[in-house]
Structures are given as C-alpha cells and as structure tokens.
C-alpha cells in the first residue's frame, strides 16, 4: 500500500499563486509515476500534471506555462507550484502515484486538497 497526503491548498486570487505538496510513503517502487489531478464541481476528474522517475512531466493544455510539476526524491515529496491562476483552476486536486513494476502497476490517490480561485 502507498499513502498520498497532500497539503497547500487553498484560496487565492486571479493571477496568484500556490504550491500543492504530496508526500508519499509505503510500498514505492524505484520506478514510478506521479501526478496531479483536479476535479471541479459538475465535471470529470482530469489530468493536471505528471512527472515520471526520470523526470520526463506532461502538462495539460490548460496548465502549460503557468504551473511546474516537480519532485524531491529524497523526501518522496511531489510539488506543483501554480502561478497566474485562474478562476477556472478552482477544483479538488488528487495527487496521484502509479507504480511502473513489470508485475506491480499498483495506482493511488490521495484525499484531495480544494484550491479556488477568485475573480
């Protein structure tokens, strides 16, 4: 089992910013996916950001150029540092861990942290 905690959300205006953090801990394996997810009210859960071992990171369309997906391996830490954000960006966000075993491909969310953004 992997456990996922987030931390960092919040509320912010249009054009500030926040860092949403994700310490994972458990049964991670050297290889590996993380990400971030979001989920606003009436809508499909969607991909943010994603960042893999060898730190190769997907962007969604949205997100490019205002949000930075990073890690920090020693700690098992998962960041996403979002900038000039919007009142569309208000949502749910999950982080998210896929292990990349030949046999394990064991995926986990976390609880979820509430970003809005005003107007």
């Known amino acids: 089992q992997v456990q996922l905690v987030e931390s960092g959300g919040g509320l912010a205006q249009s054009g500030g910013s926040l860092r949403l953090s994700c310490t994972a801990s458990?049964?991670?394996?050297?290889?590996?996916?993380m990400g971030w997810y979001r989920q606003a009210p009436g809508k499909q859960r969607e991909l943010v950001a994603t960042?893999?071992?060898?730190?190769?990171?997907n962007y969604a369309d949205s997100v490019k150029g205002r949000f930075t997906i990073s890690r920090d391996n020693a700690k098992n830490t998962l960041h996403l540092q979002m900038n000039d954000l919007k009142p569309e960006d208000t949502a749910i966000y999950y982080c998210?861990?896929?292990?990349?075993?030949?046999?394990?491909?064991?995926?986990?969310w976390g609880q979820g942290t509430q970003v809005t953004v005003s107007s």
């Open positions: 960042i893999t071992t060898s730190d190769t990171t």
């Open positions: 998210h861990l896929e292990n990349l075993g030949s046999i394990d491909r064991s995926r986990y």
């Open positions: 458990g049964r991670i394996l050297s290889r590996y996916v």
